[in-house]
């Protein structure tokens, strides 16, 4: 609190003070007598008793003659009239005695009163402020403001995203000199919004730019501009801005700018919501924002389909830079810049360590190196071992090792052909990546066994042959079981959601269907985060009943076909599965090297379960 307002508060707790004494002194100027009980009863037995007021406790009056003092009012405390007759009867000079209640009565005001005020005072500080100056805080933005040596991120430490650095190296040589950038006309874009899956490194990118130009850097959450007070979120804008351009050069990075940036009249109520007064500011501020001055809005969001199209026009947002997933090289620098953290084996090499972790981000590199780094400390070792990394991988795709899940024989054995249909299927199948390990013990929350595969290299285009290979592989193990026990289980239940899927994108969104032609009958409602569960459901249908019927046939047809393919392969390799099925149950995980030792050739699947 500051002194100024502790002044305040001081001045008037004295006045309230002062006041409570000049009326008690006032209510005791007047002369009133106090008398004992049995005078007064002498009293009225002569009818000197001219008025009386009668209480619980007390007897105040006025007499018709003044008493020997002169007072001609007088109080005194009641008696029992009983006890008192008994009393009189021996003559003897009786009064009431009143015990003294003053403390509980100052404390029954002073204690609610001051917890009145310390409540009060409590939810003034919760509101931003310092006392009764914190109501005045409301307003005020929340961004945090670093300095070029405390953000201690630059260029160097961010790796996998070379042609995202290479957009926001020229953000940093315009901080650096603003008018040169100005000579021919030309201007910086007053706002870049990196888009990107969670994970690739958004918020890392904008700090390492801040540490490169070495100027002040404001953060701050879409999610902070909103709170219960109708237009605090704007007010919070209009500071932040304001506070910038005090700072110039400087740059205002908002994180996740789809929790403030979101579509107007989407799910809202009306033009006067609050987040939407928060967005019609921003893009007042965008609208009037001057670059000359050094000042640089960068954003992040990794859904960017929801934002309000106002946000993203020319001359808000201009530039848009992708932060995607790395590739292969990507994931290899990533790694680099991480392991230096680490006391690596000889035998450790980044580039297996790539190939193993197809479409992982920074992030989750970060924390498989973390995760390798915690096995080798639990099993005492002096270094990280590949077989620590080999095992992170296995922990965080497939889950942690249910050991002390302990099936019965039957679903074990049906467990183990299971995974073995995969890996057989795989084997006669073309282009398929290689099976890095088989196994039949229990990962994470419900799978019983899985097979992971090592691709050799990355892929971001596939044909009709390659998605009908792989679908081939997914129902392998279901294949496997329907030859050797004659009925099917609930272990392929995510095999068929993964060819289900695989089949109808084949129809609705690749064209792949020679019955439905060249069409594309739905969009991919997949967004930066994951699949929407109720996307399907909700998305608008563009087709008759008669189109979708037609879908429906061709996926089933399309998942039949691949099913007896499947089926086909085993059969042919009956007793190559039933000794691969034997020795799984045995050792309960198979290496490559013993895979290929038992079919006599190279195996490949894909990773399922």
């Known amino acids: 609190m500051n002194p100024q307002a502790r002044f305040h508060i001081g001045y008037w707790v004295a006045a309230f003070l002062a006041l409570m004494l000049v009326q008690y002194m006032l209510a005791n100027n007047q002369e009133v007598a106090a008398i004992p009980y049995s005078q007064f009863e002498q009293l009225l037995h002569d009818g000197k008793v001219a008025e009386i007021g009668v209480s619980d406790r007390f007897i105040q009056g006025r007499l018709k003659t003044p008493l020997p003092g002169g007072e001609t009012r007088f109080t005194t ?78 260029f160097a430490d961010v790796a996998g995203v070379d042609e995202a650095k290479d957009e926001l190296r020229e953000i940093v040589e315009f901080l650096k000199a603003p008018e040169r950038y100005g000579r021919l006309g030309g201007r910086m874009p007053k706002g870049v919004l990196l888009v990107g899956p969670p994970g690739t490194g958004k918020t890392l990118l904008a700090k390492a730019v801040a540490g490169e130009a070495k100027v002040p850097f404001f953060s701050i959450s879409g999610s902070e501009f909103v709170e219960m007070f109708v237009g605090v979120g704007a007010a919070r804008v209009r500071d932040l801005f304001a506070q910038a351009r005090e700072k110039a050069p400087a740059i205002i990075f908002i994180d996740e700018l789809d929790a403030l940036g979101r579509a107007r009249g989407v799910g809202g109520f009306g033009g006067h919501d609050e987040k939407e007064q928060t967005l019609n500011q921003l893009l007042a501020e965008l609208d009037g924002f001057d670059t000359s001055g050094g000042l640089v809005l960068l954003a992040a969001t990794n859904r960017p389909e929801i934002l309000d199209p106002a946000l993203l026009r020319a ?25 230096r953290k680490v006391q690596l084996a000889p035998e450790v090499d980044p580039e297996k360590v790539a190939a193993l972790t197809p479409g992982f981000t920074g992030a989750d590199l970060a924390n498989l190196v973390n995760e390798a780094a915690l096995l080798a400390t639990r099993r005492g070792a002096e ?71 090592r691709p050799t290299e990355d892929r971001f285009l596939m044909t009709a042959q390659e998605l009908e290979n792989k679908m081939a592989v997914l129902l392998g193990g279901r294949a496997a079981e329907w030859i050797v026990f004659g009925h099917l289980s609930t272990g392929a239940a995510d095999d068929l959601a993964k060819v289900t899927d695989i089949a109808r994108s084949m129809v609705t969104r690749y064209g792949m269907s020679a019955r439905l032609g060249q069409v594309a009958l739905e969009k991919d409602s997949r967004s930066f985060l994951a699949p929407d569960p109720l996307a399907g459901a909700m998305q608008e249908r563009m087709y008759s009943n008669e189109t979708a019927a037609a879908i429906d046939s061709e996926v089933r047809g399309i998942v039949q076909q691949a099913f007896e393919r499947a089926i086909g392969l085993l059969k042919e390799r009956r007793g190559t599965l039933d000794e691969a099925a034997h020795r799984l149950l045995e050792k309960e995980t198979l290496e490559a090297a013993e895979l290929q030792a038992l079919t006599g050739g190279r195996l490949r699947d894909t990773a399922a379960e």
């Open 383 to 453: 270094l990280v071992a590949m077989r620590d990394f080999d095992n992170a991988v296995e922990r965080i795709v497939a889950g942690l090792e249910k050991r002390n899940r302990l099936l019965n024989p039957r679903e074990r054995e049906i467990v183990a052909y299971h995974e073995m249909g995969h890996a057989l299927v795989a084997l006669a199948t073309p282009g398929a990546d290689p099976v890095h390990k088989v196994s039949i013990i229990p990962r994470g929350v419900g799978a019983l066994g899985y097979t992971i595969q």
């Open 77 to 154: 405390v009641r008696v029992d009239p009983a006890f008192a007759q008994d009393l009189q009867r021996y003559d003897v000079r009786y009064s009431g005695q009143v015990e003294s209640t003053w403390l509980r009565d100052l404390l029954s005001w002073i204690v609610p009163t001051l917890l009145f005020i310390g409540i009060w005072m409590y939810a003034l500080r919760r509101m931003g402020g310092q006392g009764i100056g914190g109501l005045m805080q409301v307003g005020k933005s929340k961004a945090r403001v670093y300095v070029e040596h405390d953000t201690g991120v630059t």
């Open 315 to 339: 001359g808000r947002f201009d530039r848009q830079v992708l932060v995607d997933r790395p590739d292969r090289k990507g994931r290899i620098d990533i790694l680099m810049v991480h392991l």
